[in-house]
């Protein structure tokens, strides 16, 4: 069964950092784009990042960019996403998302992990 | 920026009954790069249809997605609504970076 399971989210204080971890189980890892995607409460979807299946490219939004880092371990089957300088409106929950560059969408889904930035 | 605008924002219908939702995109995208997304509360997304057109692994046949020649206009149709189709419906398009998402349309039951 293709899965992938978030974990790592948890109440940090602005201007902290948290590291999430995505595992994947199911599908060759490493021959596919991963993604992460947010959704701050009671609000819609907002694509956080992408990385390439071997790590060597990564893209962020605007509004995370210099703050956030995504990589990957294939040997490990993990896709991780480093948050610094948390804000309050980072709150959301953190979805990990595989995304296949022949269909070009978000296939497969985590299902998420919730980050809370308050003091 | 692509901005992608859902109408309308919340659909009230019966099971049985057609659902249209619309999504306008504020420059053109190419179809091979609209997927549509059903959420239901306090679950993750899933992919209904990629592609502008196309249903995804274990979608039913009465979700269609279509889009028009303008690259600008889409649409996702849902026939004869079952109670599992009522959830809320996001476009997203990765033509362009920032790859960005419709702010959602809430199919209810009336």
């Known amino acids: 069964e293709v899965q992938l399971v978030e974990s790592g989210g948890g109440l940090v204080q602005p201007g902290g950092s948290l590291g999430l971890s995505c595992a994947a189980s199911g599908f060759t890892f490493s021959s596919y784009a991963m993604s992460w995607v947010r959704q701050a409460p009671g609000k819609g979807l907002e694509w956080v990042s992408s990385i390439t299946g071997s790590g060597a490219i990564t893209y962020y939004a605007d509004s995370v960019k210099g703050r956030f880092t995504s990589s990957r371990d294939n040997s490990k089957n993990r896709l991780y996403l480093q948050m610094n300088s948390l804000r309050a409106e980072d709150t959301a929950v953190y979805y990990c998302?595989?995304?296949?560059?022949?269909?070009?969408?978000?296939?497969?889904w985590g299902q998420g992990t919730m980050v809370t930035v308050s003091s | 920026e692509i901005v992608l605008t859902q109408s309308p924002g919340t659909l009230s219908l019966s099971p049985g009954e057609r659902a249209t939702l619309s999504c306008r995109a504020s420059q053109s995208v190419s179809s091979s790069y609209l997927a549509w997304y059903q959420q239901k509360p306090g679950q993750a997304p899933r992919l209904v249809i990629y592609?502008?057109?196309?249903?995804a692994t274990g979608i039913p046949d009465r979700f269609s997605g279509s889009g028009s020649g303008s690259g600008t206009d889409f649409t996702l149709t849902i026939n004869r609504l079952e109670p599992e189709d009522f959830a809320v419906y996001y476009c997203?398009?990765?033509?362009?970076?920032?790859?960005?998402f419709g702010q959602g349309t809430k199919v209810e039951i009336k």
């Open positions: 997203q398009q990765c033509g362009s970076s920032p790859w960005t």
């Open positions: 998302a595989r995304f296949p560059t022949s269909i070009h969408t978000f296939d497969i």
């Open positions: 592609g502008a057109s196309t249903r």
